[in-house]
């Protein structure tokens, strides 16, 4: 079927997104004054929505697994995969996580260990237990829930209804026909403003952290001015991928992240702590469920900090603003599977991968501090965005090896490159999205669009790095991020009413 392009969707959000590049860059001293208020101000008085809605959602996802929709089949009941398994969860995993991961994996547990958030005594056992408890509530379950919940009900109402294969596509059940007029139309534009700042986020930590491991590697200047350079040079590549398109630009891109990353994870696991990982996965996964339910509701009541407010929230915000993003995404490449096998992959199978990756790059950093010579809490107060490589420069002499430096140059260079490919990813795969939303959901949107959205997110990322930041790119992961949170909800009830009317119609 014939789509028309959706030019109300396409010019409100570039209206929105110009707007707010040209007030960024003339109050721009303003904005970096501001950025901090709006941040705490979003984050005090919605940061109890946000736990409430990424546990309903977590809650209704294991309900659809157990239940007999799971036997449902995205696409109807003779379709089989488009991709083969393997490259079905590189493509989650790269789309999903990337260059935030492979950010945080070493900084964040560390960050955890010097903050202790619930009140372990500094350097005891509990304040380690803590650190990966904590780090894993952010990366893990309550994560992947998000996008697989968008995803899932983007691909049902998509391939199964008939539906545009975009957000207001959801509310057919709920809308009708209205889903056409302006209600379906300001849903298309706030899951397009959401998606390009979620990415305009990550885009920007990735700049970041590439300027620091080419300042660790090759003394280039941690300077913004870099960091733009290196946004648009990889925004110049990703619009070459987008053009590309799914499978011959995302598709390979995605497998070859997967490839890097398998070579970095094996090389930290190989010269690391290597029993001290295994033991740390067993036992921090244990404590992660253990206390999934605490953690997962917990809310700083009536300890009165607001840590939470920059980590938790933040995180919440931000996987919600990418949900538009990872949800179509994968609710594209998810044709043929069952909503049992949708769940399995895009929730249980993408957190345990996230898992993993964390025991072996969070345990090897705590363990610099708890049996190594130390400094890595010191290194990454100091400046967050070298950390990793501060990191793998610790290693060995934690561990008591003697590699030859050529070795370290080479696996720091690796890193950049998968931090590079990670950006163009997530860049393209963005795109490709908001082209899907803005094209009233035509599944090969025009050349033309996918280079203009290509673009607008590496000017959204550059501005916010300008305007503040660091600061800048978490306030605009948590704001973009609270009236999407509203239209989960609503998604929950629309794709329940209809799956309850399929079923029981058979």
Not at 315 to 325: N, V
Not at 418 to 431: A, K
Not at 484 to 506: G, N, P, Q, T
């Amino acid at each position: 079927m014939r789509l028309d392009l959706n030019p109300a969707v396409f010019l409100t959000s570039s209206v929105l997104i110009v707007a707010f590049v040209v007030f960024a860059l003339l109050y721009r001293r303003g904005f970096a004054a501001n950025v901090d208020a709006i941040q705490a101000g979003i984050a005090e008085r919605a940061g109890w929505l946000y736990v409430l809605v990424v546990n309903v959602i977590l809650g209704y996802l294991i309900y659809l697994l157990l239940s007999p929709f799971g036997r449902v089949r995205i696409g109807g009941a003779d379709r089989r995969p488009e991709f083969g398994l393997t490259t079905w969860l590189a493509m989650l995993f790269s789309a999903g996580m990337g260059i935030g991961l492979i950010f945080y994996g070493v900084a964040e547990p560390i960050y955890h260990l010097a903050e202790r958030p619930l009140g372990a005594q500094a350097g005891s056992p509990q304040a380690f237990r803590d650190a990966t408890k904590l780090t894993l509530l952010h990366w893990g379950l309550h994560a992947w829930a998000i996008y697989a919940l968008t995803g899932l009900a983007l691909a049902y109402f998509a391939f199964n209804r008939g539906a545009p294969l975009s957000v207001r596509g959801i509310f057919v059940g709920l809308l009708g026909d209205r889903i056409n007029g302006w209600l379906g139309h300001t849903i298309d534009v706030v899951a397009t403003v959401a998606t390009l700042f979620g990415v305009a986020t990550s885009l920007g930590l990735g700049a970041l952290q590439v300027n620091g491991g080419l300042n660790y590697l090759l003394g280039v200047p941690i300077d913004t001015g870099v960091q733009i350079a290196l946004i648009a040079g990889i925004t110049a590549i990703a619009t070459l991928s987008v053009v590309l398109g799914l499978h011959g630009g995302i598709k390979r891109l995605s497998v070859l992240n997967i490839l890097l990353a398998v070579v970095l994870l094996c090389f930290v696991f190989a010269i690391g702590p290597t029993l001290f990982i295994l033991n740390g996965f067993v036992q921090d996964v244990g404590a992660y469920l253990d206390d999934i339910l605490e953690i997962g509701f917990w809310t700083e009541t009536y300890t009165g900090g607001s840590w939470q407010n920059g980590w938790t929230v933040f995180y919440w915000g931000w996987w919600i603003a990418w949900s538009p993003f990872v949800g179509l995404f994968i609710a594209r490449i998810s044709i043929g599977r069952t909503i049992r096998e949708f769940i399995g992959g895009a929730l249980f199978a993408a957190t345990l991968m996230t898992f993993v990756w964390i025991a072996v790059f969070g345990n090897s950093a705590l363990f610099i501090e708890l049996v190594g010579p130390g400094g890595l809490v010191a290194a990454v107060q100091a400046d967050v965005n070298s950390s990793l490589f501060v990191f793998l420069g610790m290693l060995p002499v934690a561990t008591g090896l003697d590699l030859p430096p050529a070795l370290l140059s080479g696996i720091v260079a690796l890193t950049i490159g998968l931090i590079i490919t990670f950006f163009v990813t997530s860049s393209d795969s963005g795109s490709l999205v908001i082209d899907i939303i803005t094209a009233g959901g035509h599944p090969d949107p025009p050349v033309a669009q996918r280079v203009y959205w290509a673009l607008a997110e590496g000017v959204v990322a550059a501005v916010l790095l300008v305007g503040g930041g660091l600061a800048a790119l978490q306030t605009a992961a948590i704001s973009v991020g609270l009236p999407f949170a509203v239209v989960i909800l609503l998604m929950i009830v629309s794709l329940h009413k209809a799956l309850r009317s399929d079923v029981s119609a058979r």
